[in-house]
């Protein structure tokens, strides 16, 4: 299933990487494995973008975008972001290939329980080539995330079917007075509600994940 | 490549795409759930809004306030004041409070002491309860009081100076018995006389 070449670099069709190709996976690579802050003005965006709409059941061009993906990871379309998936997937498992998500899970089960692969020579080996690998079952997980995102999600937010007793209990807004343990100063009046925003985001976020059946 | 490959820990990068996707970041540990999780209104995103406004705002006004442009500063801020614009949550209440105190300071700053004032009042309409923000509050209208007397000096009014004095230094009387029963609800033992 392992497919091995020598360099130069190539992709999963066995075509060789073009220099523009193999400086933007080693830029997607980098920003994986030693990712910088975000600019302000980005961050700005994103939370904006994040926080428009949570819950709105996906738009038409996201269905359309996940099932182009869908495609793409099953190797019978291309998609933009392909490249990238690859390249988390060649990070998180160098050299190796599942045909499925069970052969995927049964690899991360042996990991946790602390399976004799992770020590063998071989593998070690294969961790050291510079060729370019897929894993066909990582990114099958990385698809289903994008789907349970995109579709399940959305679903057991506007769903009317769902008991209200099943949702958890989430936190409330509430007065902040506790985040404070001593008096105020004049000229601290930013750095208060910085603060305010701070720990009120990280709640959002935690709301988000308990509305999304997280642990 | 490769070698830098093998130092990569899988798990944490795995977590790290996911996070990716979720468009989420967390720095900090997730609150804990206990008292926040009373009945009302949960944390959402018309709080965060919200409170991205007042921070957006505040350093804006930080930056006028920097550059002598306290006018410009009174003007960011106000602009957190519209009506409409304040989401019925305490957080939202107490963020306002705390932005008319500074706009008591910046204005008093620019003897518009009058002003100044009717913004310790509506900041004390939304903070109510004994907290450091309505300490806060009297200890602006102190300050109020005290920069007033000190122009009404300067111009030669001796006993309208005298009144603001007298105004400054029941303020900052209020504001000391607010901070100290909010240390007292804080530490029940705080100030009590222990024996040896």
């Given at each position: 299933m392992t497919e091995t070449r020598d360099p130069p670099e190539s992709g999963s069709d066995g075509v060789p990487l073009t220099p523009a190709e193999l400086d933007e996976l080693v830029e997607a690579l980098m920003c994986a494995y030693r990712p910088t802050e975000l600019a302000p003005e980005r961050h700005e965006e994103l939370l904006a973008s994040a926080l428009e709409?949570?819950?709105r059941p996906a738009d038409e061009h996201e269905v359309r975008e996940s099932e182009r993906f869908r495609q793409a990871l099953e190797g019978r379309a291309s998609h933009p972001d392909l490249a990238l998936a690859r390249a988390l997937t060649e990070m998180y498992a160098p050299g190796q290939q599942h045909d499925n998500v069970d052969g995927l899970n049964e690899r991360a089960l042996e990991r946790a329980l602390g399976g004799s692969s992770a020590a063998d020579p071989s593998r070690r080996a294969k961790r050291s080539s510079t060729v370019i690998y897929v894993s066909f079952g990582l990114t099958a997980s990385l698809a289903a995330a994008a789907l349970v995102l995109l579709f399940v999600l959305p679903m057991q937010t506007?769903?009317?079917?769902?008991?209200?007793?099943?949702?958890p209990a989430l936190t409330q807004s509430r007065s902040?007075?506790?985040?404070?343990e001593e008096k105020f100063e004049r000229d601290e009046t930013t750095s208060r509600i910085d603060r305010i925003a701070a720990v009120r985001a990280r709640e959002l976020r935690a709301n988000r994940f308990k509305q999304w059946g997280a642990p | 490549m490769g070698g830098a490959m093998t130092g990569v820990r899988p798990i944490s990068l795995l977590l790290l795409a996911l996070a990716a996707v979720t468009g989420c970041a967390r720095d900090e540990p997730t609150p804990t759930a206990c008292p926040e999780?009373?009945?009302?209104?949960?944390?959402d995103p018309a709080l965060l809004a919200f409170l991205g406004k007042a921070r957006a705002a505040h350093h804006t006004a930080d930056i006028l306030e920097e550059q002598n442009d306290l006018d410009g500063a009174i003007g960011a801020l106000s602009?957190?004041?519209?009506?409409?614009?304040?989401?019925?949550r305490p957080e939202a209440h107490e963020v306002v409070a705390d932005t008319h105190a500074r706009l008591a300071d910046l204005k008093s700053q620019l003897e518009r002491f009058d002003e100044a004032q009717r913004d310790v009042e509506a900041g004390l309409k939304l903070a109510k309860e004994a907290s450091y923000f309505r300490g806060h509050l009297f200890e602006m209208r102190g300050l109020v009081e005290e920069r007033r007397a000190k122009q009404l000096k300067k111009s030669g009014q001796e006993s309208e100076a005298k009144k603001a004095e007298a105004l400054a230094l029941e303020a900052f009387e209020q504001s000391m018995q607010i901070q100290q029963k909010v240390i007292e609800q804080a530490?029940?033992?705080?100030g009590k006389h222990v024996d040896p």
């Amino acid at each position: 299933m392992t497919e091995t070449r020598d360099p130069p670099e190539s992709g999963s069709d066995g075509v060789p990487l073009t220099p523009a190709e193999l400086d933007e996976l080693v830029e997607a690579l980098m920003c994986a494995y030693r990712p910088t802050e975000l600019a302000p003005e980005r961050h700005e965006e994103l939370l904006a973008s994040a926080l428009e709409d949570p819950f709105r059941p996906a738009d038409e061009h996201e269905v359309r975008e996940s099932e182009r993906f869908r495609q793409a990871l099953e190797g019978r379309a291309s998609h933009p972001d392909l490249a990238l998936a690859r390249a988390l997937t060649e990070m998180y498992a160098p050299g190796q290939q599942h045909d499925n998500v069970d052969g995927l899970n049964e690899r991360a089960l042996e990991r946790a329980l602390g399976g004799s692969s992770a020590a063998d020579p071989s593998r070690r080996a294969k961790r050291s080539s510079t060729v370019i690998y897929v894993s066909f079952g990582l990114t099958a997980s990385l698809a289903a995330a994008a789907l349970v995102l995109l579709f399940v999600l959305p679903m057991q937010t506007t769903g009317t079917s769902a008991p209200a007793a099943s949702m958890p209990a989430l936190t409330q807004s509430r007065s902040t007075a506790p985040l404070f343990e001593e008096k105020f100063e004049r000229d601290e009046t930013t750095s208060r509600i910085d603060r305010i925003a701070a720990v009120r985001a990280r709640e959002l976020r935690a709301n988000r994940f308990k509305q999304w059946g997280a642990p | 490549m490769g070698g830098a490959m093998t130092g990569v820990r899988p798990i944490s990068l795995l977590l790290l795409a996911l996070a990716a996707v979720t468009g989420c970041a967390r720095d900090e540990p997730t609150p804990t759930a206990c008292p926040e999780v009373d009945a009302g209104t949960p944390v959402d995103p018309a709080l965060l809004a919200f409170l991205g406004k007042a921070r957006a705002a505040h350093h804006t006004a930080d930056i006028l306030e920097e550059q002598n442009d306290l006018d410009g500063a009174i003007g960011a801020l106000s602009a957190l004041l519209r009506p409409g614009a304040l989401p019925d949550r305490p957080e939202a209440h107490e963020v306002v409070a705390d932005t008319h105190a500074r706009l008591a300071d910046l204005k008093s700053q620019l003897e518009r002491f009058d002003e100044a004032q009717r913004d310790v009042e509506a900041g004390l309409k939304l903070a109510k309860e004994a907290s450091y923000f309505r300490g806060h509050l009297f200890e602006m209208r102190g300050l109020v009081e005290e920069r007033r007397a000190k122009q009404l000096k300067k111009s030669g009014q001796e006993s309208e100076a005298k009144k603001a004095e007298a105004l400054a230094l029941e303020a900052f009387e209020q504001s000391m018995q607010i901070q100290q029963k909010v240390i007292e609800q804080a530490l029940p033992d705080a100030g009590k006389h222990v024996d040896p």
